[in-house]
């Protein structure tokens, strides 16, 4: 059977990214390749690097800058507790740019959403005033919290 993964072309910082994804997620590992450049190698190398993160496998490649990131695609992160949320956004726009609704880009140019497990609830809320209350409230916000759409729903 053939197993899909993402494949991330970097402009020269493929092993740092694995690097900092390593650091960042407490389920990643490195599976494939090296993360510190060969002494001598220019930089950007051709070269692929191999990391999971839970049950995704990424492969990160330098290949140059002919393709940057965009926004059309992004990582999708739920998180169960608001703990997890503040740590992984944190870290992972830490030198990026913050998005709207969860959504942020980290320094390396990749998109992420970092999401609490609950949005679904909340947003599907069979009360539909509810439901747009907390999409409103999911709307004014750069990082997600649990906290302020459960009272939006809760308040409307």
């Known amino acids: 059977m053939n197993t899909i993964r993402p494949f991330l072309w970097f402009d020269g910082s493929a092993r ?7 650091e960042v997620f407490d389920d990643a590992e490195l599976l494939e390749g090296t993360l510190e450049r060969p002494e001598g190698a220019p930089n950007p190398t051709w070269s692929a690097t191999k990391i999971r993160i839970g049950e995704l496998e990424l ?12 926004e059309a695609v992004s990582l999708f992160v739920p998180c169960e507790t608001q703990e997890e949320v503040d ?35 909340v947003l599907g809320d069979p009360d539909p005033v509810k439901a747009a209350a907390a999409q ?21």
Request: charge should be neutral; proline fraction near 5%; include cysteine.
């Open 16 to 22: 740092e990214a694995a690097r900092h994804y390593l």
């Open 59 to 70: 492969m990160l490649f330098d290949g140059g800058p002919q393709f940057p990131f965009t």
């Open 87 to 121: 740590r992984l956004w944190g870290a992972l726009s830490e030198g990026g740019a913050p998005g709207r609704c969860g959504w942020l880009t980290d320094r390396f140019g990749v998109s992420w959403q970092i999401v609490p497990t609950m949005l679904a609830d």
């Open 136 to 156: 409103t409230a999911m709307m004014s916000m750069t990082r997600l919290v649990i906290a302020d759409l459960l009272a939006a729903r809760d308040r409307a």
